[in-house]
Each structure stands twice: as structure tokens, then as C-alpha cells.
């Protein structure tokens, strides 16, 4: 019988955390239960850092971006003395149900704490869209919307002084956010930790781009690969263009979630509480092809990412 359940988000922000968190709490008033925020993630769980949630706690965070609940990472509780500690919070507060909303380190927790009959469910959130069991993450949508944003500024000033622009996106060994801001804003070239990258034929090509009267080029490095400077670096030494870096950074995890990451949040927020209130625990809330899911967390961590081919293949075939 679960009669309280808590909440908590850990590791990088993703912009919808919120909404998750909106999900759960009012999911959880819904049916009549408690629930509890955990602030900072597992820390504050090894810290008993919680705050009672209602319906009205979480009015108004569906737009914002950040969590309202905080976020870490904690060395502590990578520890059987962290975890321990943290299965006693939970006991000590009655909670008969944990949802995690984070990355791939936060599902590890997740499983982890379950060896202490704590019981789980995860959501993914994070910017970098890597992790295997899902097709889909909150935030990578409003990140691509953010980078995208400012990458099309960059196109303006590079076009006038005929410039090339190298921009560093984040995705950690990931280059699932880079393909899909680089064909969203038409690069030269998207450079990704998962496939080589054919450096002469670049060059060739942005030397054949000169003759034919076109100058400017935008570059996505996802930071997997390298830094954008070491790139710049190459391309001034064998093309001569000049060249200019940015590093898009931190901002890729801010603003107002958008529609998709609202909506998809909100989904799994209901999901993961619906999961636990019929006992299905130590689960991980999946997007499928056929829909949302929910699937056992330690068969989930042992999937392995499964490289978005055709996608990578349509930007090959449109950077010319
Ligand atoms: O996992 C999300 C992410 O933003 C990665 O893309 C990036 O490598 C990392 O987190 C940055 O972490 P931090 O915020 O700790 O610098």
C-alpha cells in the first residue's frame, strides 16, 4: 500500500524537469497520497533534506526552467555508506515510493538504492538525449531550440565578413543534441564523438565553396569530439577562412521548456507515479515507438545506445 512517495531530481538540469515535478506531486494528490521533495538529489536524501509538496507548490513551475527542487552530483552517495544512509532517510519518512528524474548517473542511483529496498522509478531528463532504454529525454527539445537560436545570430555576422563559425554544442560522449542542431541549422559540418570525421574532404569542400562564391560556413563540434578551438585552429591552417568560436556552454540548459518538453515531461511524471501505485518499482518511464512505457531499470542500464544512423546519414548528405 503506498502512501507516500517523494520526489527528487539529480545530476545536470534539463529544462521540463519542472514539469515532471508538477506531474508527480499533482499525480500523487490525484490519488489521495503524500509526497515530499527532495532538495539537491541524492544529497539531500543522504541529508534528509525534504519538503512536503501539494498541488500548490508546483503551480506555476510547468514554464520554467532549472528545477525548483535543486540538483547535484554526490560523491557521498556513490558510497554503500551513502547508500545506506539514504535507504534509512527514506524508512525514517515513510517513503514507500522514490521517483528519480535525472541522466544516466541518476538511473545507477536509482538501481542502486533499490539494493536497499528502497523502491524506484526513473525519468529520463537530460539535454544530451543519450540514454539507450528511450528514444527521448526532457530537455534535448529546448536545447536544440536554444542552440539553434543562437546559431542562426552567428550566421548573420558570419555571412557579412564571410567568416566560418565553430560552435561547440554539449551532448558529453554523445552527438545526438549536435545532429540534430546541425541539420536543423544547415551546417557545413557536424563533428560527433561516434563517427569520424573526414577532415580533407571538409577542407576540400569549403575550398571548393570559395571558388563557387560562398564564404561562410557554420561547424558543430560536440564537445565529445574535441574543443572548437582546436578545430578553428585546423581549419585556418589548411583553408585559410577565417574563423571564429563559440562555445554555446551552460545556456544550452536554461530557458522555458517548450511544448514538447512540457508535454513529454508531464506524461512521464504521471507514468512513473501510476507505476508505483501498482507496484511495478525499480522501473525506468521509456519513450518507445509505440507509446510510454515503463521497464525494469537494471534491464534498461544494460542496453546499449543504439547510434541514430539514418539521421547521421541525412546530414552527411546536406552539408554540401
Ligand atoms: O549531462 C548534461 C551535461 O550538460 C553534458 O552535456 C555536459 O557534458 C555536462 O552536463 C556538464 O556538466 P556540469 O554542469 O557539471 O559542468
Do not use: W
Not at 544529497?43 to 512536503?52: F, I, K, P, S
Not at 585552429?233 to 536554461?254: A, F, K, N, S, W
Not at 506524461?267 to 518507445?288: D, P, Q, S
Request: contains cysteine; aromatic residues 4%.
Amino acid at each position: 500500500m503506498v502512501k507516500r512517495i517523494a520526489v527528487l531530481t539529480s545530476g545536470g538540469d534539463a529544462p521540463g524537469m519542472n514539469s515532471a515535478i508538477r506531474a508527480v506531486v499533482r499525480t500523487a494528490a490525484f490519488e489521495g497520497i503524500s509526497c515530499l521533495g527532495v532538495k539537491r538529489g541524492f544529497v539531500g536524501l543522504v541529508n534528509g533534506d525534504v519538503m512536503e509538496m501539494n498541488p500548490r507548490s508546483v503551480d506555476g513551475i510547468n514554464l520554467k526552467g532549472g528545477t525548483m527542487l535543486y540538483t547535484a552530483r554526490s560523491p557521498e552517495f556513490k558510497t554503500e555508506e551513502g547508500l545506506r544512509k539514504a535507504a534509512q532517510t527514506c524508512k525514517y519518512l515513510g517513503i514507500d515510493g522514490l521517483v528519480c528524474i535525472g541522466g544516466d548517473g541518476t538511473f545507477r542511483g536509482a538501481r542502486d538504492l533499490s539494493r536497499y529496498d528502497v523502491s524506484t522509478v526513473a525519468i529520463p531528463a537530460t539535454i544530451d538525449n543519450d540514454i539507450a532504454c528511450t528514444r527521448y529525454s526532457i530537455g534535448f527539445d529546448t536545447a536544440c531550440n536554444t542552440a539553434i537560436e543562437a546559431i542562426d545570430k552567428l550566421r548573420d555576422t558570419m555571412q557579412s565578413h564571410e567568416r566560418c563559425s565553430v560552435v561547440e554544442v554539449m551532448g558529453r560522449n554523445s552527438g545526438s543534441l549536435a545532429m540534430y542542431v546541425g541539420i536543423a541549422c544547415g551546417a557545413s559540418a557536424i563533428l560527433i564523438p561516434e563517427r569520424e570525421t573526414n577532415f580533407e574532404e571538409l577542407y576540400e569542400r569549403m575550398r571548393m565553396a570559395r571558388i563557387q562564391g560562398r564564404n561562410h560556413h557554420i561547424i558543430i563540434v560536440a564537445e565529445g569530439v574535441g574543443t572548437a578551438n582546436e578545430v578553428a585552429q585546423d581549419i585556418i591552417e589548411h583553408t585559410g577562412v577565417e574563423t571564429r568560436v563559440t562555445v554555446l556552454g551552460h545556456v544550452q540548459r536554461g530557458g522555458s521548456p517548450t511544448a514538447r518538453d512540457r508535454v513529454a515531461a508531464t506524461r512521464m511524471g504521471v507514468k512513473a507515479v501510476n507505476a508505483l501505485l501498482e507496484g511495478r518499482t525499480n522501473r525506468v518511464i521509456c519513450f518507445k515507438d509505440k507509446g510510454i512505457i515503463d521497464q525494469d531499470i537494471i534491464e534498461a542500464l544494460d542496453m546499449s545506445h543504439e547510434f541514430h544512423q539514418e539521421l547521421y546519414d541525412v546530414a552527411i548528405q546536406v552539408a554540401r
